[in-house]
């Protein structure tokens, strides 16, 4: 006989509690938040979370070609909006070359990619190809990481003016915005989440999904720790140039 389904309370309740596995926790991400972090961090920090950022919408749109239900799509679509915008100079892609600017770092060196670490790519570009080849529903689901990035904006936003007085505070415009929208996504993925998996084997695959999505954050975090914190970019040992690949399709 097959094993009883968790309730949707407990399915939640088991969803949630791998938020002690979200990249908040990473050495790294303690440091920034504590103060330690050098202007370099900081700066390759940006850089690279940058690359998550510009992919984001890319996600969302797999999503969404994959998705034969038109209402889920148009409420999947707003989230493509929040980040590109409904114009020039909206959105939060725009918010982050804002961010990008206030600690220093060009536009121009944001886009095209010269900083992206080659782990940081391989991380991201796993999580853009899972939502193109998964199941719609099981892509949006690998989203509610979510539920715990209030917290983590929040957190930036108390303690970064402090530590960082030197970032221009007009950058924070990304992390103020997302408090609400972060908290209307975590409401709809969940949602699809919980109406979703109604068997036992289905959370437990959907467990695995969100742990993918956490293997994903960590990751990027571990290369950039690599790279700033250790000084051990790629191929440090046989030169100090960025020599990596910059996006090319493979």
């Not at 070609?65 to 909006?81: F, G, H, K, P, S």
Request: glycine residues 6%; aromatic residues 10%; negative net charge.
């Amino acid at each position: 006989m097959s094993a009883e389904p968790m309730s949707r309370a407990a399915f939640e309740q088991a969803l949630r509690d791998k938020g002690r596995y979200y990249h908040i926790h990473h050495p790294f991400h303690i440091a920034m938040h504590e103060g330690r972090a050098t202007a370099q961090q900081i700066r390759g920090w940006v850089a690279n979370r940058f690359y998550y950022q510009l992919n984001i919408p890319l996600k969302d749109a797999a999503i969404m070609a994959n998705c034969d239900d038109a209402v889920a799509r148009r409420e999947w679509l707003q989230r493509i909006i929040d980040h590109d915008g409904s114009a020039d100079g909206q959105g939060g892609i725009e918010a982050w070359l804002q961010l990008g600017e206030a600690v220093g770092l060009s536009r121009e060196e944001l886009l095209d990619q010269r900083h992206v670490l080659p782990g940081v790519r391989f991380a991201v570009d796993a999580y853009v190809n899972f939502a193109r080849r998964a199941g719609w529903k099981e892509a949006a689901s690998s989203s509610l990481t979510e539920l715990f990035a209030p917290q983590i904006h929040q957190s930036r936003l108390d303690s970064w003016p402090e530590h960082y007085p030197w970032i221009d505070p007009q950058g924070y415009r990304y992390f103020r915005t997302r408090l609400s929208e972060a908290r209307r996504d975590v409401e709809h993925g969940l949602r699809i989440t919980l109406d979703h998996y109604r068997t036992l084997e289905a959370q437990q695959r959907m467990l695995e999904i969100l742990q993918f999505k956490l293997d994903v954050l960590w990751s990027m975090l571990d290369a950039m720790s690599m790279a700033y914190e250790l000084e051990r970019a790629p191929y440090h040992t046989v030169t100090d140039q960025p020599v990596w690949h910059r996006g090319i399709s493979l």
